[in-house]
């Protein structure tokens, strides 16, 4: 192979004046981090929302349940940040258009509500399958001691639901990070941006993306270890993963 | 607002769209996720093989890929693959590869992580009297595997494998990154040689839904079927 190997370059500075090549991943790493938690939280809270009215007793709570996951799950995510990106401004009132394009760090706010609403679907999906792997007894009994609907999934079915799809949950926050890697089509640097741009101004390929690939690990590697405690810690006794 | 939607612009580029980008994407998901299937299940047998080294191998390649965002390994393909290629054919330097051909490569590299993950499921579905009585048939390994094994497997975990074959269907819209004229591509092409945003990205979006809708009514009325046989 005839490619010049020089794994000193992450020492030397960026064209960008803001410190070293590393300084340039590890801030993009940062971002990734940012978008990352950020759209984890729109995901999870609009995909509860989503997921318990996909199991509510009310044929319009399902139908808008069924429609909202298709609706976020039958188009590529690099679409739907397309439509917030471009499309959206254009379709709003002008005022209101103008305003959302001139937003300070756009693809910022864009990725991270793109990339959640994406994933939202996801997590609804799984709650659903979590509310529905409860024995029919629970939602019965809740009813019986006299709670009404909202008391008897804030104190019975999601408290046991949640804790029965922290697996699948765990990968798909694994999912949300690496997806906000698709914004770098929206001009947002985070770690794979950053790779990217360290690549076309130090054209040393295989160092930047090395080390982009050795962050993503890592992090892959600290949330499987920190998911596994918080599993072991809210495991529902009398199951099989519980104690 | 929608007041000056130029649906004229879409009429325009339909040609272009489907015959040089619905083609690029259509053949692409096919190619990788036949070419993801076949790796992906070679993967699966690595791993069930029951000897160490091979199962190890096989698993951190899984975790390895699964771990990494599609965006990234396309990258490191579209760089890597010319370096391979002159590795193999001995040539003096990287030889150059096609956009085609390079993102192909990525796409059954990337998918046979997931799918293996599907046929390992699949293949542990099947219950332990099976193999069982394949080798007291006297079926070689080989044989068990392809007569008794690996249908069924393929058979139960139908439903799944497409679901993922519709994912990877959007997936391919990330080739976008190499400017490559796949679906997405030829419609941000003309979008922004026509400076009509707008409705092309809308048309697309509404291109790619109604496309992975119908696949998925496809697979849910699949699955019911199999339901019911079994």
Not at chain 1, 93 to 120: E, R, Y
Not at chain 2, 122 to 143: D, E, H, K, N, V
Request: hydrophobic share 55%; with cysteine; net charge positive.
């Amino acid at each position: 192979m005839n490619y010049n190997w020089n794994w000193g370059i992450f020492f030397q500075p960026n064209p960008m004046g803001t410190g070293t090549y590393l300084d340039m991943l590890l801030s993009g790493l940062a971002l990734t981090l940012k978008t990352a938690a950020l759209a984890w939280v729109i995901a999870l809270i609009t995909g509860s929302i989503v997921g318990v009215m996909r199991t509510l007793p009310s044929k319009g709570a399902n139908w808008f349940g069924f429609a909202y996951v298709e609706f976020f799950r039958n188009m590529p995510l690099l679409v739907q940040l397309f439509l917030w990106f471009f499309v959206l401004p254009e379709l709003l009132p002008k005022a209101a258009g103008l305003w959302l394009k001139q937003l300070p760090n756009a693809p910022f706010w864009t990725a991270a509500i793109g990339v959640g609403l994406f994933m939202s679907a996801r997590v609804a999906v799984q709650l659903q399958a979590g509310i529905g792997s409860l024995p029919r007894g629970q939602r019965m009994a809740a009813t019986a001691l006299g709670l009404t609907t909202v008391q008897g999934y804030r104190y019975v079915l999601l408290p046991m639901a949640f804790r029965i799809i922290l697996p699948p949950l765990t990968s798909e926050f694994l999912n949300t990070i690496k997806n906000t890697a698709v914004a770098i089509t929206i001009g947002l640097l985070e770690l794979t941006g950053q790779a990217r741009s360290m690549q076309e101004f130090s054209f040393q390929v295989f160092e930047a993306f090395t080390a982009a690939t050795i962050l993503y690990l890592l992090v892959n590697a600290v949330v499987v270890t920190a998911m596994r405690f918080l599993e072991r810690w809210v495991a529902i006794p009398g199951y099989i993963t519980g104690k | 607002m929608l007041g000056n939607f130029d649906f004229d612009v879409i009429r325009r580029a339909l040609p272009y769209l489907f015959y040089e980008g619905m083609t690029f994407t259509l053949t692409l998901t096919a190619l990788a996720a036949l070419g993801g299937l076949v790796f992906g299940t070679a993967l699966a047998l690595m791993r069930l093989s029951g000897l160490k080294l091979l199962g190890r191998i096989a698993g951190l390649y899984v975790d390895f890929m699964r771990s990494l965002p599609l965006v990234l390994v396309i990258f490191w393909f579209y760089f890597l693959v010319p370096y391979i290629g002159q590795w193999l054919t001995g040539a003096s330097r990287p030889i150059s590869v096609g956009a085609f051909a390079s993102s192909l490569i990525t796409f059954i590299m990337f998918e046979a992580a997931y799918f293996s993950e599907i046929m390992r499921a699949g293949i542990q579905s099947i219950s332990r009297g099976q193999p069982a009585a394949a080798s007291a048939l006297g079926l070689t390994y080989a044989q068990t595997m392809r007569y008794v094994v690996l249908p069924q497997a393929f058979r139960n975990m139908l439903p799944v494998l497409i679901t993922q074959t519709i994912v990877l269907f959007q997936d391919t819209s990330l080739v976008y990154v190499l400017s490559i004229t796949d679906f997405l591509g030829a419609a941000s092409k003309v979008a922004q040689r026509d400076g009509r945003l707008v409705e092309m990205y809308l048309f697309a979006a509404i291109v790619y839904f109604t496309i992975s809708c119908i696949a998925s009514f496809g697979v849910r009325r699949l699955q019911s079927r199999i339901a019911i046989i079994r």
